[in-house]
């Protein structure tokens, strides 16, 4: 009578998964606290619009930071708020809860996961690499013996993994994703413009103009901040160009890592992934033109899946549906 519940624990957002039901909740991974006691004030969309904006008396953060546990106390007790909102918080059984992993985390890392997740009340702990995960999510029929390549670009680390009979073959996991790509973003302006603008500005501008390569046709939009010489409010025109310039260096990194992944890759299963392309997921699949710009530097052609952002949330699900044909891809735990 265990009732099953999948977890793609993301820098970001964290988005819930009830087998049979779908996407239950899809909320920023923010929490906000008292700075006195560390009491959880806020968690998800509540949280997010304080940001930047809290009094000294309350701190908002992100629990998780390039895709692993930053505060295991809070990582746990967000886990316990979101399984309680998904089953009540009076219930007779407790669920069987999979959570995502990045592939490269060390064994510390997935083990302060599944400790959190047993500890929130779970009954059996799961984690799953998110490549895998996310593979799943968008189709992809990795257990047959050819060659799959994924793109996985999420909040806090971008995973590129060829995969070959339900398991990965070669990866590469680096700490850059949506939030190194903001950062990238808020420094450029802030050199080119001498303008301060906070993380929500710089996903703004990321999400409303950006693109991976030079547009035909430029975009504009205008953004308010601090200026960094008089510390008074300033409002500007920034173009789609900026952000390109601006987002190279982390670019690059998630570039060299597609190389790497593809030159580990062995022959066979390169002939497979020339012929079947590359399928880019999670949320930082929808900057613009990101599929082409890969296509342009691999030779291979790249597309984005359907509903990017929730292709690792939905393969936690099926995973967890299906946990006799994975068990060869999934580290558990019991309580």
């Given at each position: 009578?265990?009732?099953?519940i999948?977890i793609?624990?993301?820098?970001?957002?964290?988005?819930?998964?009830?087998?049979?039901?779908?996407?239950?909740?899809?909320?920023?991974?923010v929490?906000?606290l008292?700075?006195?006691?560390?009491?959880?004030?806020?968690?998800?969309?509540?949280?997010?619009?304080?940001?930047?904006?809290?009094?000294?008396s309350?701190?908002?953060?992100?629990?998780?930071?390039?895709?692993?546990?930053?505060?295991?106390?809070?990582?746990?007790?967000?886990?316990?708020?979101?399984?309680?909102?998904?089953?009540?918080?009076?219930?007779?059984?407790?669920?069987?809860?999979?959570?995502?992993?990045?592939?490269?985390?060390?064994?510390?890392?997935?083990?302060?996961?599944?400790?959190a997740?047993?500890?929130?009340?779970?009954?059996?702990?799961?984690?799953?690499k998110?490549?895998?995960?996310?593979?799943?999510?968008?189709?992809?029929?990795?257990?047959?013996?050819?060659?799959?390549?994924?793109?996985?670009?999420?909040?806090?680390?971008?995973?590129?993994?060829?995969?070959?009979?339900?398991?990965?073959?070669?990866?590469?996991?680096?700490?850059?994703?949506?939030?190194?790509?903001?950062?990238?973003?808020?420094?450029?302006?802030?050199?080119?413009?001498?303008?301060?603008?906070?993380?929500q500005?710089?996903?703004d501008?990321?999400?409303?103009?950006?693109?991976?390569?030079?547009?035909?046709?430029?975009?504009?939009?205008?953004?308010?901040?601090?200026?960094?010489?008089?510390?008074?409010?300033?409002?500007?025109?920034?173009?789609?160009?900026?952000?390109?310039?601006?987002?190279?260096?982390?670019?690059?990194?998630?570039?060299?890592?597609?190389?790497?992944?593809?030159?580990?890759?062995?022959?066979?299963?390169?002939?497979?992934?020339?012929?079947?392309?590359i399928?880019?997921?999670?949320?930082?699949?929808?900057?613009?033109n990101?599929?082409?710009?890969?296509?342009?530097?691999?030779g291979?052609?790249?597309?984005?899946?359907?509903?990017?952002q929730?292709?690792?949330?939905?393969?936690?699900?099926?995973a967890l549906?299906?946990?006799?044909?994975?068990?060869?891809?999934?580290?558990?735990?019991?309580?």
């Open positions: 009578m265990s009732k099953k999948a793609d624990l993301g820098t970001t957002n964290v988005i819930v998964y009830i087998p049979k039901k779908g996407i239950v909740i899809n909320e920023p991974n929490v906000a008292q700075a006195s006691d560390s009491k959880i004030m806020a968690i998800g969309n509540e949280a997010k619009e304080m940001l930047g904006r809290t009094p000294e309350i701190v908002a953060a992100h629990p998780l930071q390039d895709g692993v546990i930053a505060n295991f106390r809070i990582t746990k007790s967000m886990i316990k708020i979101f399984i309680d909102r998904v089953m009540g918080r009076i219930r007779f059984f407790r669920p069987e809860v999979m959570i995502t992993v990045p592939a490269g985390v060390t064994s510390t890392e997935k083990r302060a996961v599944i400790d997740t047993i500890g929130a009340g779970a009954k059996q702990a799961y984690i799953i998110e490549p895998i995960a996310a593979a799943l999510g968008a189709g992809i029929p990795i257990a047959t013996p050819s060659g799959h390549m994924i793109i996985d670009i999420g909040g806090g680390t971008s995973e590129v993994a060829v995969l070959s009979l339900g398991d990965i073959v070669s990866s590469s996991s680096v700490r850059v994703g949506g939030m190194k790509i903001d950062q990238a973003i808020s420094s450029f302006i802030r050199k080119k413009h001498s303008l301060i603008i906070g993380e500005t710089a996903e501008i990321k999400i409303k103009i950006g693109s991976a390569i030079p547009l035909k046709k430029e975009m504009r939009m205008e953004i308010s901040g601090s200026n960094a010489v008089s510390g008074l409010p300033e409002s500007l025109i920034v173009s789609s160009d900026d952000v390109v310039k601006g987002i190279k260096s982390p670019m690059l990194e998630i570039i060299n890592a597609v190389k790497e992944v593809l030159q580990n890759t062995p022959p066979e299963l390169a002939s497979d992934v020339m012929d079947k392309g399928i880019l997921t999670g949320g930082g699949a929808m900057l613009r990101l599929d082409v710009l890969f296509t342009k530097i691999t291979v052609p790249c597309e984005v899946a359907e509903e990017p929730l292709c690792t949330a939905k393969g936690c699900g099926i549906d299906h946990l006799q044909a994975f068990k060869q891809s999934v580290l558990w735990a019991k309580s």
